[in-house]
């Protein structure tokens, strides 16, 4: 399995535009989690969902956070309008049942 | 929620050096993990570890469940071994099923 896929890498935006993270986890997991990482709280939970469903999405920071699970291989985390204070690498992480966690090689979202 | 404590919060050796890395949390969990951020970003997986002691080369780890603490050696460290380690537990009750990560300890390793 190549791993939990991630993208875009990267990603520049302009205060206010909509940004769409997507996150395709190892094949058969039934856990996925998003998480983000800054300087000032480390890595933190933003939700997670086990199969397909939203399980834990206290982590959300605001409305301006949304994040969907369509289906088994594929989720998105969106961010409408983004902030400066957005700014991160967020990572996506998926496990089988309640076992080891791997995670993708994130996005480092900039907002400018 | 349950509180996770790494020390030291950096660290700075020699090449060749052996070092020992400690996790302690605040509450029983069902799960426990090591990961190696390099410089690059990457969470690399180390050991899942929810109790007793694993090896893989030159790093090795023991948890004591019963109280509360983990432990990452590292033996015979290599520039490469530099990067920020992160220990991460999971309760595993319903609702709860996610990894809360430490703060981490840095480590520098010098040529």
């Known amino acids: 399995d190549a791993g939990v896929i991630q993208s875009p890498r990267h990603e520049v935006t302009e205060m206010g535009q909509e940004v769409t993270l997507r996150c395709k986890p190892i094949s058969g997991h039934d856990y996925l989690f998003w998480y983000r990482q800054t300087m000032m709280r480390g890595l933190e939970l933003l939700i997670y969902f086990n199969n397909n469903v939203p399980i834990d999405d206290s982590g959300m920071p605001e409305d301006r956070f949304s994040a969907k699970m369509p289906n088994a291989s594929f989720s998105t985390l969106k961010i409408q309008p983004s902030e400066p204070r957005d700014s991160a690498v967020y990572f996506c992480a998926s496990s089988l049942s309640v076992t080891e966690a791997f995670f993708g090689q994130g996005t480092r979202l900039t907002v400018v | 929620g349950i509180q996770v404590e790494q020390s030291p919060p950096d660290l700075i050796l020699q090449e060749g050096a052996n070092s020992t890395l400690r996790c302690n949390f605040s509450?029983?969990?069902?799960?426990l993990q090591w990961f190696h951020q390099n410089p690059w970003g990457q969470l690399i997986n180390l050991f899942y570890?929810?109790?007793g002691t694993k090896q893989n080369g030159r790093l090795s780890a023991t948890t004591v469940a019963t109280e509360r603490y983990s432990l990452l050696y590292i033996s015979s460290s290599q520039t490469t071994d530099s990067g920020v380690y992160f220990c991460?537990?999971?309760?595993?009750?319903?609702?709860?099923?996610?990894?809360?990560f430490g703060t981490g300890t840095r480590l520098t390793i010098i040529p």
């Open positions: 509450d029983s969990v069902n799960n």
């Open positions: 570890i929810p109790s």
């Open positions: 991460a537990v999971e309760q595993g009750h319903f609702g709860n099923e996610k990894l809360t």
